[in-house]
């Protein structure tokens, strides 16, 4: 089932799709709550992120990965409309 919106074809909803052609967000998703639906786009295009977790990853990327939950924590709680929360479930 593909879902057109707003000239954007999405694989669902709350279905994260990658954006390379975006000028400035690398992802985007259809999110939708209840009877909202809304477009966010997220992540900065060419970032270097810590991804999944790896085993024998660096303190490195250990770090940054807590510091952008720590950072980001009080909206990554408000849920799927919050363009944090699908940055921390896809990004981080």
């Given amino acids: 089932m593909s879902i057109e919106y707003r000239g954007?074809?999405?694989?669902?909803?709350n279905k994260p799709k990658r954006t390379p052609k975006h000028p400035s967000k690398s992802h985007a998703v259809l999110a939708k709550e209840g009877t909202k639906i809304k477009l966010i786009r997220f992540?900065?295009?060419?970032?270097?992120?810590?991804g999944k977790p790896k085993s024998g990853e660096s303190d490195k990327m250990k770090k940054k990965r807590a510091s952008f939950k720590a950072r980001h924590g009080k909206n990554i709680a408000k849920g799927k409309m919050s363009a944090a929360y699908?940055?921390?479930?896809?990004?981080?």
């Fill in 8 to 13: 954007e074809t999405f694989s669902g909803y």
């Fill in 43 to 50: 992540g900065e295009q060419g970032a270097s992120t810590a």
């Fill in 86 to 92: 699908w940055a921390d479930k896809v990004k981080w």
